[in-house]
């Protein structure tokens, strides 16, 4: 269900492409999480150190860690 508001001076279109953009944000923050767990399970079997995975993904290496179990 999807609410619209109406707001005083505030143009429908504004609130509209927020939510739209929020969307895709979801959808791609959800699409990144999966590639990073692939990624991290690709480089691990390959025998690179969670070190070195952390340094190529630009991650931590506690979420490396996260993202291998």
Request: hydrophobic share 45%; aromatic share 4%.
């Amino acid at each position: 269900m999807t609410y619209q508001y109406e707001v005083a001076g505030v143009p429908a279109t504004v609130l509209d492409s927020y939510r739209e953009l929020r969307a895709r944000r979801d959808q791609v923050t959800a699409q990144l999480g999966e590639t990073a767990r692939e990624a991290v399970a690709a480089l691990r079997a390959a025998g690179v150190s969670v070190r070195d995975s952390a340094a190529l993904l630009e991650l931590s290496k506690s979420r490396v860690d996260q993202l291998s179990a």
